[in-house]
């Protein structure tokens, strides 16, 4: 790729045209210094979550591979990535991509950069992809960072890309956690009972635009079962994703992956995620793998995938991993960035024209909560945040809260935002509650306590009733809610100070001063 290559990435149809991208425009950091994935690789990602991209050559114990990280922590970085103006911009444009993808399109096997190295022999998976253990509360390491590819009739007939945590302590066999109500979740409930298990890749290393698209998969009013998700990537970098035929099982994968696990799921095949709760005879009580909610995951009985085919690029090329750390900045823009543009287009579905923008912060972790930008322009539209909120609870399994704020709330300052919650809202009308006894997440410790002493499953895990908070400004009543403007348009701070001044006292501000600052208010 061209060292002078613009600040998009539209033409990077592949990680490692990404990577020579982010190289050539500084945001990318190098390290040649061994680095293991026992702790390590996510205790540096932690040291620098939010930072840029960080690319290790020399994963021990990994000769043929390399590892990224770090990849979707900057929001900056990613807009430049795929050309987005800023963050509503990247909510709007995403938004249009997920109702107009554009179709995948097939490559020949001799083709394909993902098999250009097929192995049916050795299939030990942890030999070749790098796992990686997040904390020292973890007793074993985990596959995270694995792309599910389910195209055609066991997806009714369209295409699904998600991610799927694997252990595989049995060699070529593995399991494989699926999250209750996901698009994976559906495929497997639908064809449990089958003759046959499901033919299914697991892919690493993909385009960022299928990494990014792969995190929608909880999404389902906006994208369900049968929906494009391969075509949603196609059109975040504006060209279609390559697919290939597998080698070993009737299925397709995703063409320009770095490595590439060919098998077939074993729904009724369920097994233990860790030796300790084999050994306990219990799931959901021991710690495993850190959750997106930001506490320790606990380990299950889980289906499990059994492996007949590695493909990968050249091992003497150096496949890159991008081994994804769970409740890091990484993570949680993967997640959110779809379930933004996603909530959007719901509500703008429902009524077109009232949300403006739609903010998911880190610390309302993943599937949490959201914010919605609301422009009320007539006394009719009265209201309709409440319907908004009402449907973003019912339809983002996991949601716990979500709010409505008015145009002049800067939704991406949570000070902002809190300063709103304490001066707009009664509690005793402004509050909404879904009703409980619904479906709950098993991912959130507190829904899992409504299981009492029994086994924390997705069965005995119900919904407690989120919050829907209508934090806005009721039509008409705007001038009681004028917040004061003071004349930062008027004054110029260097008609009074040296720019050195100005500098060192902007040092001193932080948190909700900025915000303040740029409005006036």
Avoid at 8 to 19: D, G, H, P, V, W
Avoid at 255 to 264: M, Q
Avoid at 359 to 376: N, R
Avoid at 387 to 397: D, G, K, P, R, V
């Amino acid at each position: 790729m061209d060292k002078n290559v613009s600040a998009s990435t539209k033409s990077a149809t592949s990680l490692r045209e990404a990577i020579e991208w982010l190289r050539a425009e500084g945001d990318l950091i190098e390290t040649d210094k061994e680095v293991n994935p026992d702790l390590e690789i996510t205790g540096l990602q932690k040291h620098l979550d939010g930072g840029p991209p960080i690319l290790f050559e020399n994963v021990k114990g990994k000769p043929h591979a390399r590892a990224i990280t770090n990849l979707f922590s900057d929001y900056g970085v990613i807009e430049k990535m795929f050309g987005w103006d800023g963050p509503t911009d990247r909510t709007k444009k995403l938004a249009h991509a997920l109702t107009h993808p554009i179709a995948p399109v097939e490559i020949s096997q001799d083709e394909a950069p993902v098999q250009e190295h097929v192995i049916t022999d050795d299939l030990d998976v942890n030999k070749w992809i790098t796992a990686i253990r997040h904390t020292a509360l973890e007793p074993e390491l985990t596959i995270g960072s694995g792309i599910s590819c389910v195209i055609g009739d066991y997806f009714d007939g369209g295409t699904h890309i998600g991610y799927n945590r694997m252990n595989f302590r049995w060699g070529n066999v593995g399991t494989f956690q699926i999250s209750p109500g996901s698009h994976m979740w559906q495929i497997q409930t639908a064809h449990y009972n089958d003759d046959k298990p499901i033919p299914l890749t697991m892919c690493f290393g993909v385009p960022p635009s299928c990494t990014l698209a792969a995190g929608g998969g909880f999404d389902y009013a906006i994208l369900p079962k049968g929906c494009d998700e391969i075509g949603i990537a196609g059109a975040v970098q504006d060209s279609p994703v390559r697919i290939v035929k597998c080698q070993t099982i009737d299925a397709y994968t995703l063409a320009d992956a770095e490595y590439v696990l060919e098998g077939h799921l074993h729904p009724r095949d369920k097994r233990y995620e860790t030796a300790e709760a084999e050994q306990q005879g219990v799931q959901g009580k021991t710690f495993f793998h850190p959750e997106w909610a930001g506490y320790m995951g606990k380990a299950y009985k889980a289906p499990t995938f059994h492996v007949s085919a590695i493909t990968m690029r050249k091992p003497e090329s150096k496949p890159v991993i991008f081994p994804l750390g769970v409740h890091t900045s990484d993570d949680a823009s993967i997640d959110t960035t779809v379930r933004e543009s996603a909530i959007f287009e719901l509500c703008n579905r429902l009524q077109p024209g009232i949300v403006q923008d739609v903010h998911i912060p880190y610390c309302m972790t993943d599937w949490g909560g959201c914010i919605i930008q609301v422009k009320k322009r007539n006394k009719i539209e009265e209201g309709w945040q409440r319907n908004f909120l009402t449907a973003i609870l019912a339809c983002s399994q996991g949601m716990r809260l979500a709010i409505a704020v008015s145009q002049d709330v800067d939704i991406y300052d949570m000070d902002d935002i809190m300063w709103n919650l304490t001066t707009r809202v009664n509690p005793q009308t402004d509050i909404l509650n879904p009703h409980p006894g619904g479906i709950g997440q098993t991912f959130m410790p507190a829904e899992r306590m409504t299981a009492g002493s029994a086994a924390w499953t997705a069965s005995n895990t119900k919904f407690e009733g989120g919050m829907g908070i209508d934090a806005t400004v009721p039509y008409g009543f705007e001038q009681d809610f004028h917040r004061p403007v003071y004349p930062v348009d008027q004054v110029d701070p260097k008609k009074f100070l040296s720019d050195e001044q100005i500098t060192h006292a902007k040092s001193y501000m932080n948190g909700w001063h900025h915000s303040l600052a740029k409005t006036g208010r």
